[in-house]
């Protein structure tokens, strides 16, 4: 069987009659090359069907054209739709997005930054377990390309995008208490990270606004998986003095939540007031629909993406920028007003 040899670089000058460096500079798109040698080097790739030979040429010139997200996990939907939308923007600007899941762990953070560095990608977009540990914000810090951190505040030497979580957070508990609600069990996920740290003082900035005192025993955090969930709204559920109300602030920890409230053979809305800190379809198609905080995941995941971008395209240094975005309560029918306790004035 004949081997059909792949065009060569040295067939396209010969057949465009020119140099080999001007057919270079057409494919680096170069501006020295003039529009008749340009367009006869076109020709001649489209006549003999020549295929650059991508990695060779980005390691000659240092550029990939690769950028890296990395989130906790893939599993849960509402990172999907940040990594769609930047994954859009990546696309049409010439860069194509690697994807990982950190497991919410610094040390596999870390080993994801040299992987990344090794294979040269230009940028990289990513959460953080931890904002307080130092060695992953020096690791972040020194890093040789440029990152987008998202959900995350600390680092205010790195470009940010985040949801205001704690207003978020301050819209969902005044809407329980003014329902009555005076005691409002919280099920969050790390106080480590910014969206969780965030939702607490929300919960408890509302509560001392209204001079309701919190009740430590309903605050219930480190709720990564709808499994903890379950577990911990039993346990809320359980007792005398149980709450009257919920807040579902970690994310997309409502399926844990609700199999709870069933369990106990309780309804949303009638024998609890429920708000879910993260919308969703479970959450609008529910019965009752579920009360839920809503914030633009595309538009988070499309602002990281064209910050990267410029910081990869701009060499010179400037300040780190943040972008926060709004968030808003969605007003279903789960909250219910409260039979225990009189309403706010």
Known sequence: MAVIKKATIRDVAAKAGVALGTVSRVLNDHPSVTPQARRAVREAIEALGYERDAVAGSLRNARTRMVACAIRD???PAFASY??????VFREAGYTLLLASTSNEKDVELSLLRSFAQRRVEGVMMTMSDEADVELAQGIASASMPIVLIDREMMTNVDRVMADHEDGADQATSHLLALGHRRIGMIVGDPAAYPSRSRIAGYRRTHDRHGVQVEERLIRNHVLSNEVAFRETTTLLSGDNRPTALFVAAVDMLPGTLRAIRA???VPGRDIGIVAGSDSDLAELGSPPISALSWDRGEMGRHAAEMLIERIRDKKPRPARCVRLPVALIVRDSA??????QALK
């Open 336 to 341: 219910g007003r409260s039979n225990a306790d």
């Open 74 to 76: 893939f599993d849960i």
């Open 83 to 88: 990594v769609k939308a930047a994954e859009a």
């Open 264 to 266: 106990a053979q309780m």
